[in-house]
């Protein structure tokens, strides 16, 4: 995903800087492409990845809320340990 970020890229692409076989990026493409993070058009022969990037912003906003419930008790538990040095 990240590598989508930067720009649309083939399977090819993607799959060059990893040392696992195109098959098994391909795998993982699909797997992004069913959850609608990552979308492809056809050029040629090859389909061009897109990165969705809109889906991840329920995942933020969960994730989001959490931060905020765990930042107080990092807080609380810093005070807490101040004390006790």
Known sequence: MDMLFQR???????AAPFAISRPAVSQHLRV???AGLISFRRAGRERIYRLRAAPLRHVHDWVG???????GKML????????ET
Do not use: T, V
């Open 32 to 34: 992004l492409s069913d």
């Open 8 to 14: 649309d890229m083939s399977a090819g692409e993607i």
């Open 65 to 71: 809320h959490y931060q905020r419930f765990w930042a």
């Open 76 to 83: 609380a538990l810093e005070g807490y340990l101040a004390d």
